[in-house]
């Protein structure tokens, strides 16, 4: 590619509501640079030489709109990301999620699961309290709006930095769920056999028959304008039961938006179902 084939004020407006469209996440005038440089690597692959022709053919065809969403989106993760919620998970949540519900499944839900390392630190504690309470069951279902992620998470293979920082917080998990294969360290099937990922994109609610006891919804609300966070939470408060806890990142902060969530600790957050209350009450007496 030319210098003159960067990308032009047109050009990158364009994107931008592209981006915003199929994605949610807003990005500002001032990243330009941020998205010619992700976006470089694709335009190579179609032997296109500059950005305009790229948004002509994302325009006109819909095949590459996934890979698109690949490049635009932000999927850093790490294991056992921000410590307090994993306390709060092991020590707080399921002993006592565990005593109202004998007998039942816990559901939960990682909704923005990027490469899955937050799917399999959930694993590796729920499996460690599995090996405490006899008959407790578990499934976790990860999903993201990005295939390439979901690819990943599904293969469960991993190295570098998020492997380095788990070996050195949590060494006894570490040498319990992990085996060493050709290019990194891969995750137990015991840890795989309770999770399942699927696609799926935080604008819509998520079609499944069943509800989730726990959601966690962490760096993600971050990348939306106030209307799509909102929009998003209520999405989510779909797939939650009514006693459900909804955890988020410390980058994403709910408690300004008109929500039906309400505050429990940091960063956990459980339902009103007061308001939930009142509203059917309005919707019965309108
Ligand atoms: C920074 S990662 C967060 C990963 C993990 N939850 C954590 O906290 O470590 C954000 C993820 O949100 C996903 N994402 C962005 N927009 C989305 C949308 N509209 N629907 C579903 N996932 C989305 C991205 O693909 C990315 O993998």
Redesign the pocket.
Known sequence: MTQEAGLNAATLAALIVLIRK????SISEKKSILLERRLRPRLQALALDNYHDYLSRLERDVNEVPYF??MV??????FF??PQIWKFFAAQFLPQWTRQHPGECLRIW??????G??VYSIAMLCAEFQRLIKGFHYQILG????QS?LATATVGVYAGRSVERVKESHPQLFQKYFSAVAGGVKVSDELKQFVSFSP????SSLRSAKKFDIV?????LI??DVEHQQK?LANVLHSMKPQARLVV?ESDSIGHMNTRYQLELPLVYRINNDMLNDEHLQGAAA
């Open positions: 199929h994605t949610g996440i969403i690949d989106t932000t999927n850093d993760t790490l990301r921000t990682s909704a923005a699961s990027a490469s390392e937050e999903t993201d709006i990005s992620m799926h994109n935080l604008l966690f919804l962490r760096n993600v990348y939306f998003v990142g």
